[in-house]
């Protein structure tokens, strides 16, 4: 269970966001579309925890998490920079990012999805030789290396091809049998999913 409720959040003198409330009850595939700059970005920040918000609380599992030390073990993050280390090779990045949660190897999804993108062959590659889509393949095996219960995807189709395109919204599709699961968008998804949008810094549905 996700809650975000009455989230303000100002850069400066602008509101980014004004007021953003958003209650998920179970499992879903959940899409946020806005322009650029409208505060698709921010809004994932707060729910992660990573920046916090000039006024309001985020709830999981009807935790603050301002409270619960374990909130960062259940979130997974994509984020629309690379986050990715250039001078490491795709599997020292993972293992790395694995290690980081106290695991010894990725997660079994984080491993299906490995081999789904079709990153075997690139795992020796150092992620400074890897093209734009690569590495946001890459990217979205990080996001799930401790299996988390929830999943932030920022721009998650941006740079692929339409092969990946069509392989990652099947992917969204299927984790969320199991997760909740959030992506952004700076254009509507033909994908079956519970449809927002952030006009103004207010999210409407």
Same mark, same amino acid.
């Given at each position: 269970m996700l809650e975000v409720h009455d989230v303000w959040k100002k850069y400066g003198k602008t509101w980014v966001l004004k007021g953003v409330n958003l209650k998920i009850n179970k499992n879903a595939l959940v899409g946020i579309v806005g322009d650029n700059g409208s505060g698709k /970005? /921010? &809004?994932? %920040? +707060? +729910?992660? *925890? &990573? +920046? %916090?918000?000039?006024? *309001?609380?985020? %709830?999981l599992f009807n935790s603050d998490i301002r409270e619960n030390l374990n909130y960062k073990s259940m979130i997974g993050m994509l984020f629309h920079e690379n986050t990715l280390y250039d001078e490491l090779t795709v599997e020292e990045n993972l293992n790395f990012y694995a290690k980081i949660y106290g695991l010894e190897k990725m997660s079994d999804i984080a491993a299906e999805i490995f081999k789904r993108m079709r990153l075997e062959n690139y795992k020796d590659t150092k992620v400074k030789d890897l093209s734009h889509g690569m590495k946001r393949r890459v990217n979205l095996v990080r996001a799930l290396i401790n299996n988390p219960k929830i999943v932030l995807l920022d721009e998650p189709l941006s740079g692929l091809d339409e092969k990946s395109r069509k392989t990652v919204k099947k992917i969204m599709i299927e984790l969320s049998n199991e997760k909740i699961i959030i992506f952004t968008s700076p254009t509507e998804v033909n994908i079956d999913c519970i449809k927002y949008k952030l006009i103004n810094g207010v999210l409407v549905k």
């Open positions: /970005t /921010t &809004l994932l %920040k +707060i +729910i992660s *925890g &990573l +920046i %916090k918000p000039n006024k *309001g609380r985020v %709830k």
